[in-house]
């Protein structure tokens, strides 16, 4: 069984970079915590972390992910590159056409998972973590060095807006006909910042398994800054009923029920996107022709099943939530597994967790889970828990 990394996102230095939003988040009574290098919300006074997080099921939440780093990859030799680093087909991709894949090593293992976005043959936006920030700049940089690549990374305000009124809230400042923009796609448009018409990036895309979109939102100068800053805060004091801050606490939960993998936990260095579920990440024209990094024990895997023994896969529990780290056991006792994310769910009641089990442990089955020194009864469960809700038309 392979041993997943032990990976620490909370920084412990007492020089905490701040979004451009971070003064929105201290007057809206936002508890800050430090988070990637960065001082972030986890929630906000008079609001809980269920009602947070059951808003954005039934409301329009947003989520300031400006501690994400942006990319532009271009030039002659932009698609060789990413289609080296990672296992994507961007021939399939159609112009402001956006897909999940993943920065990969020579052993096939993820180095972080990322966005990319295609906006001509040449020319790509890309997002990766915050948490992996230093090692993904470092990782790309060695990369091209052996292609004919511009790459530069970029600050600015990315606010995620998520949730069933999503699309109903953002349509208010923008003359573009947003249902005409569906899952996985973006556009560049005209957005009405405060007193100002901004241009920015959108994307119909997010982590919490509802609709909702991603703004990129320039905020380069004092003045973009000032924009930016005056549009989030009337997002929320002029649209209450529909609108509302959340943080880190409901944004973890909320990717938990839609069964999506955050860095350091269901992804590592050390696990293949097959030993993770995330086989569709490799189209049928890459299994044909391989040539990303880490391409023949990624195919070696696929074409031999017996070759990976153990899958990430959901457990629902009820008493104390599972953690990250917990040992899984199965009816006889047997070691086969350990939980690498869990939470309460605020939508089903009870536990949500993700594990990486033995392959041989079937939905359904029951399981112990080693919590604070006890078994404790699990359940394996099919992912997601809540069905995603992104808008295809």
């Known amino acids: 069984m392979f041993k997943r990394a032990q ?21 809206f009574g936002g508890k800050m915590v430090p988070y990637a290098g960065f001082e972030m919300p986890v929630l906000y006074k008079d609001q809980s972390h269920i009602e947070s997080h059951n808003w954005v099921r039934s409301k329009a939440g947003l989520f300031d992910v400006s501690h994400m780093l942006q990319h532009t ?23 402001n056409q956006l897909s999940l894949s993943v920065l990969l090593n020579n052993e096939g293992g993820v ?49 995620a807006v998520q949730g069933p009124q999503a699309a109903e809230l953002l349509q208010k400042f923008t003359t573009e006909d947003l249902s005409k923009v569906y899952f996985g796609e973006s556009r560049y448009l005209d957005l009405k910042t405060g007193g100002a018409t901004t241009r920015i990036h959108l994307a119909r895309s997010g982590y919490t398994g509802e609709d909702g979109f991603e703004l990129s939102i320039p905020s380069g100068t004092p003045a973009e800054q000032a924009e930016a800053l005056s549009f989030f805060k009337v997002l929320i004091n002029e649209y209450p009923d529909i609108a509302k801050p959340i943080g880190l606490a409901a944004r973890d939960s909320l990717r938990l029920e839609a ?7 269901e992804l ?34 696929l074409a031999d099943k017996s070759s990976v023994t153990h899958r990430r896969i959901g457990v629902k529990s009820k008493g104390p939530s599972p953690r990250d780290g917990n040992k899984i056991f199965n009816a006889e006792g047997k070691e086969i597994g350990y939980i690498t994310s869990g939470s309460p769910s605020p939508t089903l009641g009870g536990n949500v967790a993700q594990a990486y089990i033995d392959k041989s ?33």
């Open 268 to 301: 590592t260095e050390e696990i293949t996107p097959i030993q993770a579920s995330l086989a569709w990440l490799i189209p049928k024209s890459r299994r044909a022709d391989g040539g990303f990094n880490g391409s023949s024990k990624i195919l070696g895997q």
């Open 73 to 95: 990859i271009q030039g002659p030799q932009a698609r060789a590159l990413l289609e080296k680093i990672t296992p994507i087909d961007l021939g399939s991709l159609g112009v």
């Open 111 to 159: 180095i972080d998972d990322c966005i990319i976005t295609k906006h001509g043959d040449n020319d790509y936006y890309m997002v990766t973590n915050a948490g992996c920030r230093e090692k993904d700049v470092k990782f790309i940089k060695d990369e091209l060095t052996a292609f004919d690549v511009n790459h530069s990374t970029f600050e600015g305000t990315l606010l």
């Open 361 to 393: 442990a079937k939905i359904g089955s029951g399981i112990k889970i080693e919590i604070r020194g006890k078994l404790r009864d699990g359940e394996v469960a099919k992912l997601p828990f809540v069905p995603s809700k992104f808008y295809k038309g």
């Open 259 to 265: 069964g999506m993998c955050l860095y350091g936990h």
């Open 7 to 27: 990976n620490k996102f909370y920084s412990t230095s007492a020089n905490l970079l701040k979004t451009p939003l971070h003064e929105a988040h201290v007057e």
